[in-house]
């Protein structure tokens, strides 16, 4: 099959690796004579060769010849090389030389030698004077074997400089014993074009105008297949999922691309969904394990660490699903049910087989969805239900009200808002405004942070709960908590003050602990009220953590209390017992929660790998889950800073920052804001980060926050202030901060004498900066907090240096690189390593004269190879930045070449 490429150029946002790939395959054309393009069906390899051609015949003297395998071609022997006979110019009389007639007239019975072909077509290359060949060959896994080596041959023995030859070909026919043989010779480069990832395709929506959040729905829908992405994005808004006209014709084409003897097992796969290839072995797929790694570097499917395999598209997925006949699929099901050795995804494979309406098999559903619960496996559950739903007979509706209404729990639990939507619709045509009431709760739920986008639901509610207090007071609890994430405290705190009052008044003891728990939230963040005695009337009222929703629970309230004051043995014991009880339920959204909670405690005490671990679980849930990635985002960006550096913090910040802006989620907005503010002040951007935390200043004052201890930005902002070159704002914003709060906690008190310090060292003040920052040091280490003690040494050992006390600057910085180190803070150790190297080495242009912290980081960086894109890309800079730094590197080390630079930095 001829790809085409429908409508796309090389600078579209859906194909950012044809950039990339278009220059690897120039610069290895030019080079070695020899380029193979790969990649799965899609990705842009007919492009890529089309661009190649024209850029290699614009630049040199010499005769572009693109050819195309196909299927008529890969029966007729040298049929590609009669190909080319036709588009030579009639003077070269190849026809003669070659003894075949080209195209349309048939091709000889009696072909040539493959030696006399190779012979005929290596004269005609040297004869030819217009500078030698330059032979494109798209979709050469369709070309005949005889032509390609003729071909390899003669680019074997002449030099680049008379004949070039580039193909292209599929991921799937890459390991293909004769086509590797031939393309690959031992020595020819290949340029891989690979399928989009998450985050290139939430920078290509955001670039097209849609919103960044859609971005895990449309990759997992496509797989990253960029005509698929793009096409899914456009169809962004059909009902729940469903795939439109044109994802489904391209997911159907991609599908055809599929090799035949593939599909059997692939069929298969796609009807269970996630497999090993002993399953599909044992329904008669013998070669499963060949076929599944062939389809894996076709990019078809993906293997997790498991063994198990799955789809990298959904849309994919659905086409070979529906590819066959019901009969046939139904059958397939069947099989599957029989081979299959979980007995949940048996039951599974059991109802889908089953038609239509059957008590039986619906009662199989139920019971199989009860056992996926007690499993904590809350999507399955769902998933049953669901079919036990859908084979339950229509005229008993008691049951049916029953199954549709616990598949919308359990999409709940499992933050499935695509399936809770369609059990909402069924539960709507059956006209139960009770059960639908319930149902749109549970869809609220299954929405997590996205809350403020459900207006309709919200009133839908309004109107269905008025005669119902419990109803009422649930629907006041969601109310509640949707105010709070937008940033409006006080109609929160009125929301939840109101809906304490209907759970009491209808004895719901667990909304109106869950009320009370947002009460005591908003109390304490903005100072108004008793927040503590709040609190324990709630857990008076619920003593034991509730079955579910624990995010909302007293007991996780606590939990996080005990975080912001830094008392971290309780907070880790506590969440450790909560994280049980939401192993036990699945809820993704609890899950979610708690990692997050259990990262920042391990980030705050110093124990960074097992933060890393935390709040990379909890980026994960959100992304397979299609939860909002924003609350994940902040939490990992701050872990990064720490460990794997700003560059990546940033990123991962700004990600977060998007979704939050989108779901209009201001406190993660805010939250965002901050790492990224973090991961500017490492890079050096005080002016971005100083506008990045009045941002956060804004956002707080608007949210009325009061509690210091709660969100700790406020030195940062200090700083920021004060490296950006407005020391008067800072002093400012400090001398206000200590009017308003004369007794912060002892953490955020030391936080700010730091601030003070670094205000002092702006000034030239060291010897008061080192009293202040003594302080904070002894502060920070007598509350167990590692990481912020060693933040403070190594400002210790700047502000000894500006006193000239070397030893002592070298004390702190030995012991805050102790410190890091200890707490797995790779990055924060290696800078530091850095700081001590430069105490005995300085780098020169002059007396007296040396890098500056960015300027060590790029020379470090270009040293290595990289770059000024990718240095740029690294640091969060600019490529014009990064060249002023290095002609300032150069001009300080005497240096004229990246090579002198390179040479340089290793001597050091």
């Not at 986008?453 to 007071?473: E, G, I, M, P, V």
Request: proline share 5%; charged share 25%.
């Amino acid at each position: 099959m001829t790809e085409v490429r429908e409508g796309c150029g090389g600078s579209d946002a859906w194909w950012p690796e044809q950039g990339r790939a278009l220059r690897e395959a120039e610069a290895d054309l030019c080079a070695l004579g020899r380029v193979v393009v790969s990649g799965p069906w899609g990705t842009g390899k007919s492009y890529v060769l089309r661009e190649l051609a024209r850029r290699v015949g614009a630049a040199e003297d010499t005769r572009r010849l693109s050819l195309a395998g196909s299927r008529q071609l890969e029966c007729e022997p040298y049929g590609l090389l009669a190909q080319l006979v036709g588009m030579l110019p009639p003077s070269l009389e190849a026809a003669s030389h070659l003894g075949l007639r080209p195209p349309p007239e048939p091709i000889d019975p009696d072909p040539p030698s493959i030696a006399s072909a190779a012979r005929a077509v290596r004269q005609l290359c040297l004869d030819d004077g217009a500078g030698g060949w330059t032979v494109l060959i798209d979709d050469a896994h369709l070309a005949d074997q005889l032509s390609l080596d003729v071909l390899d041959f003669c680019c074997r023995t002449l030099p680049p400089s008379r004949l070039r030859l580039a193909f292209s070909l599929p991921s799937a026919h890459c390991a293909s014993g004769e086509l590797s043989a031939v393309l690959g010779g031992g020595h020819v480069p290949w340029t891989e074009l690979r399928m989009l990832t998450e985050a290139e395709v939430a920078a290509a929506l955001v670039s097209q105008g849609f919103a960044a959040g859609r971005a895990a729905s449309v990759h997992s829908d496509s797989g990253g297949h960029p005509l698929l992405a793009r096409a899914a994005a456009s169809e962004l808004g059909t009902d729940h999922g469903q795939p439109a006209a044109e994802s489904a014709r391209l997911a159907q084409a991609w599908w055809q691309s599929v090799p035949s003897p593939w599909r059997g097992a692939l069929t298969a796969l796609a009807l269970t969904r996630s497999a090993d290839t002993a399953l599909l072995c044992a329904c008669g797929y013998d070669d499963a394990e060949r076929d599944v790694d062939r389809a894996g570097r076709a990019g078809l499917i993906v293997r997790d660490p498991a063994g198990r395999v799955s789809f990298t598209s959904e849309l994919l997925r659905r086409q070979a699903e529906f590819a066959i006949d019901p009969t046939e699929r139904a059958a397939l099901h069947h099989a599957l049910a029989a081979a299959s050795p979980d007995p949940l995804a048996a039951a599974r494979h059991r109802l889908l087989a089953t038609p239509g309406p059957d008590e039986r098999a619906a009662k199989e559903g139920v019971t199989a969805a009860r056992t996926a619960r007690s499993c904590a496996e809350p999507g399955l559950a769902a998933e049953l239900m669901q079919l036990a739903a859908n084979r339950t007979a229509t005229d008993d509706r008691p049951l049916l009200l029953e199954r549709w209404l616990q598949a919308c729990r359990d999409a709940a639990d499992a933050g499935d808002a695509v399936l809770a939507s369609r059990a909402v619709a069924a539960l709507t045509l059956l006209r139960a405004p009770d059960a639908e009431a319930e149902a749109l709760l549970a869809l609220l739920d299954a929405h997590g942070q996205g809350l403020e986008n459900q207006s309709a639901t919200l009133a839908r509610l309004a109107a269905l709960t008025r005669s119902d207090a419990s109803l009422r007071a649930r629907l006041g609890l969601y109310t509640a908590i949707r105010h709070n994430i937008a940033g409006r405290p006080q109609e929160s705190l009125a929301a939840a003050e109101q809906a304490a009052l209907d759970a009491r008044s209808c004895a719901r003891p667990d909304i109106e602990a869950a009320a009370l728990t947002m009460q005591a939230r908003i109390e304490r963040l903005t100072q108004r009220g008793d927040a503590k005695a709040t609190l324990d009337r709630a857990l008076a009222v619920s003593p034991d953590p509730p079955s579910g929703q624990l995010r909302y629970s007293p007991h996780y309230l606590r939990l996080r209390h005990a975080l912001y004051d830094d008392d971290h043995p309780t907070t880790q014991s506590g969440l450790h017992h909560l994280l049980g009880h939401a192993e036990a339920t699945g809820s993704t959204e609890d899950l979610q929660e708690i990692w997050r909670s259990l990262a920042e405690s391990d980030l705050r005490r110093g124990h960074v790998a097992a933060a890393e671990a935390w709040s990379r679980r909890a980026l994960h849930l959100a992304r397979t889950m299609r939860l909002s990635p924003g609350p994940a985002c902040a939490t990992h960006a701050l872990v990064q800073v720490e460990r794997e550096g700003p560059g990546q913090a940033a990123v991962t910040a700004q990600w977060g920052l998007q979704q939050s802006k989108e779901d209009e989620d201001s406190i993660f907005t805010a939250r965002n804001l901050h790492a990224l503010a973090q991961s500017l002040l490492c890079l050096h951007q005080f002016e971005a980060a100083a506008a990045a935390l009045s941002e956060v200043a804004r956002l707080e004052q608007h949210q009325l926050t009061a509690d210091l201890a709660a969100f700790k930005w406020h030195h940062l902002y200090a700083d920021a202030l004060t490296l950006a070159g407005r020391p008067d704002q800072a002093e400012h914003f400090l001398t206000r901060l200590a009017e308003e709060h004369p007794r912060p906690a002892p953490a955020v008190a030391a936080a700010l004498l730091r601030s003070r310090a670094r205000l002092d060292l702006h000034h030239h003040r060291s010897d008061q900066a080192v009293g202040r920052l003594s302080e904070a040091a002894h502060s920070f280490d007598d509350s167990h907090l590692p990481l912020e003690h060693a933040h403070t040494l190594v400002l210790l050992g700047q502000a000894e240096q500006k006193r000239r006390r070397a030893a002592a600057a070298r004390s702190h910085r030995e012991h805050a690189h102790d410190l890091y180190t200890r707490a797995q803070a790779t990055y924060r150790a290696e800078r530091t390593q850095h700081l001590l190297h430069r105490l005995d080495r300085t780098a020169p242009t002059g007396p007296g004269q040396e890098l500056t912290q960015v300027e060590a980081d790029v020379a470090r960086h270009v040293a290595s190879g990289a770059s000024n894109r990718e240095v740029a890309s690294t640091l969060f800079i600019s490529v014009k930045t990064v060249e002023a730094h290095l002609s300032r590197i150069y001009r300080k080390l005497s240096l004229t070449s990246r090579t002198q630079l390179a040479l340089r930095m290793r001597q050091q």
